[in-house]
């Protein structure tokens, strides 16, 4: 298979998609890799070791959409990318289509294969390729709302662990997976006052028992919330979007002090902060009713290389096995990746998208079937 190594686009983003290492493991198996010059500058990759790896190195994007079989990104497609589509092209990549109307129907317009590396789930429920990514998110955002609240910065001149006599910065965490315990583990070892917040018990209990006994942990629920807000220096957001599911709307803002700080990690507008809207690691602060937000969508790219290199670790089996037997085998003969096939030849097989967009879907056990019934007809 001919695969393209597109370099990022989107503002302030400096993840690359694969290794020279990985493009090696490719290369050896007989597949052809075509990567853009500069794809991995910012992430310490230059293109001299994609060469020596076995890949093309191409001046721009233009041969990549041309020629290129699959499509490797980190980001989702801007509009100045997807009209470059080929018909037919797999994309693998993060793609958060349900927020992305226009998105969403240049994939289907050009009958476009397309594996969210986001919804890609094992049997056991894990998100193998989402995982790496949250967890570098909490802790760049802990380490980010840090930073944010100095007074060299706007902030509210606090020290995260306090001093002797002076009490630390309460720091509350709303939801107990990877990207929050991410945020809890640094705020906690730099000795902040730590509430992790979430519905999941079981979760909560094995923290405490566990992986983080000593922060406080609280079921969550709208009482509680607004409980801890006036006292929270840090509120961190770590809790996965699920359409129109709030937790802080813009009239709790009143009940937090001035000038705290929302770091929200999920980063999705309409998400569980209401006040979200999308910064930039340039300009990444903005402020509501004096409340100060830090909204950046693509957090770990703040770390480029280590991200970048525990993406393509996650990612490269997935890949490997598209290489190796087309889109659609390898999503027939593996559940994880199926789970993760939103887009194929004009259909839409993402039930969350479908919803959001209200468009019609099918699941791609059906789309299996549909060609099955077109190849024996």
Known sequence: MKIGVLKEVNKGEYRVAISPENVQRLVRKGHAVLVQSGAGARSGMTDEAYAAAGASIAPDSGELYREAEMLLKVKELSPSEYVQLSDRQILFAYIHSAIRPELTQALLDKRIVGFACEDIRQENGQFPLLTPMSEIAGEVGMIMGIYHSMTTNGGAGLLIGGAPGVEPAKIVVLGAGHAGLGAARYAHALGADVTIVDVNLDRLRDIRSRILPSIKTLYSSDTNIRRLLPETDILVNAVKWVPGV???????????????????VDCEPGGAIETCAFTTHEDPI?????????????????????????????????IEQIADKG???????????RSGLDFALGHLLFETTASFQNRPYITAEQLFERLDRERTS
């Open 246 to 264: 709030t937790l802080v709307s813009r009239s709790m803002l009143s009940l937090m002090k001035d000038n705290a700080l929302i770091i929200d």
């Open 286 to 318: 903005f402020a509501v009713d004096g409340i100060r937000h830090f909204c950046v969508p693509n957090l770990p790219s703040a770390v480029a290389r280590t991200a970048s290199y525990a993406f393509t670790n996650a990612t490269i089996p997935y």
């Open 327 to 337: 889109w659609e085998r390898a999503a027939r003969e593996n559940a994880a990746l």
